[in-house]
C-alpha cells in the first residue's frame, strides 16, 4: 500500500497562477482532509470531505476550492494564488469509525507564490 | 472549538535523557493523538488514546481525562528523535472527526 500520495512534492507559482494539488489514498477511507502549516501555527484545516461527494469548509477556506472526484481522490485547487498561499499543504485521511480514527498523513507539498 | 497547549515550545536534550512534552486541552475528548514530523519531512501518528497509557518502544503516552492532559514521555533519548511533536484533539461536537493541532513541540536531542 501506498498509503497517502500527494503531488506535487514542491511548486513556485506568480501571484494570480492557479494549480491543483492532487492527493490519493488507496486505505479505503471514508474521510480525507486538506492542511495547511505555516511556521508557528499549528496545522489548519482548509476543507475536509466525510464521504465521496461531500466537501466542506474547514477553519481557512478563503482561496482555495475543493474535489473529492472518488473515495480515493481529493483535490485542493488554489484559483488565483497570492503570497499569503504561501505554506506547506498536507493532505490525510483517516477510516472515521469510532477506534479507527488515526490520520494517516501525505508526505506535503511545498508551495511558494512569489 | 477545542483549544489545545502544548509545552514546552522548544526542548533540548542530551542523548540518553527521558524527555517529557505535554498536552492540555479545554474541552472533553474521546481521543487524543499524537504526532511526529521530521525536520523537512512528513507528519507520522505515533499514538491515539483515549484512556491511560499506550508504548511503543521508547515512546510511552499518557493521558488524564479529568484532567485534560496528556504526556509524551521519551526514554532514552536519541538524536533520531529529533522532531517536533504535535499533539491535537477532536473538535468538540459535529458529526464529522476533525481535529484541532497544537502548535508542535521542538525536540534537539544533540549526541
Known amino acids: 500500500n501506498a498509503g497517502v500520495t500527494q503531488t506535487p512534492k514542491f511548486q513556485v507559482l506568480k501571484t494570480g497562477q492557479s494549480m491543483t494539488l492532487q492527493c490519493a489514498q488507496d486505505m479505503n477511507h471514508n474521510s480525507m482532509y486538506w492542511y495547511r502549516q505555516d511556521p508557528g501555527m499549528g496545522l489548519r484545516l482548509i476543507y475536509y470531505s466525510a464521504s465521496e461527494g461531500t466537501t466542506d469548509k474547514g477553519e481557512v477556506p478563503n482561496g482555495y476550492n475543493v474535489s473529492r472526484l472518488n473515495k480515493r481522490e481529493f483535490s485542493l485547487r488554489l484559483e488565483s494564488a497570492a503570497p499569503s498561499q504561501t505554506s506547506v499543504y498536507f493532505c490525510?485521511?483517516?477510516?472515521?469509525?469510532?477506534?479507527?480514527?488515526?490520520?494517516?498523513f501525505g508526505p506535503g507539498t511545498r508551495l511558494t507564490v512569489l | 472549538k477545542n483549544e489545545v497547549e502544548q509545552s514546552p515550545q522548544n526542548l533540548t536534550a542530551q542523548e540518553g535523557e527521558f524527555i517529557t512534552i505535554n498536552c492540555s486541552y479545554s474541552?472533553?475528548?474521546?481521543?487524543l493523538h499524537w504526532l511526529q514530523q521530521h525536520p523537512g519531512g512528513g507528519i507520522v501518528s505515533l499514538f491515539m488514546?483515549?484512556?491511560g497509557k499506550k508504548k511503543h518502544g521508547r515512546l510511552i503516552a499518557t493521558i488524564n481525562i479529568q484532567e485534560k492532559h496528556s504526556s509524551l514521555h521519551i526514554t532514552a533519548s536519541h538524536p533520531r528523535d529529533s522532531a517536533v511533536y504535535i499533539c491535537?484533539?477532536?473538535?468538540?461536537?459535529?458529526?464529522?472527526?476533525?481535529?484541532?493541532f497544537g502548535k508542535g513541540t521542538l525536540l534537539t536531542v544533540n549526541p
Open positions: 491535537a484533539v477532536p473538535n468538540s461536537g459535529g458529526s464529522n472527526y476533525k481535529l484541532t
Open positions: 488514546l483515549s484512556s
Open positions: 490525510a485521511s483517516i477510516m472515521d469509525r469510532v477506534g479507527y480514527n488515526e490520520q494517516f
Open positions: 474541552v472533553g475528548i474521546s481521543a
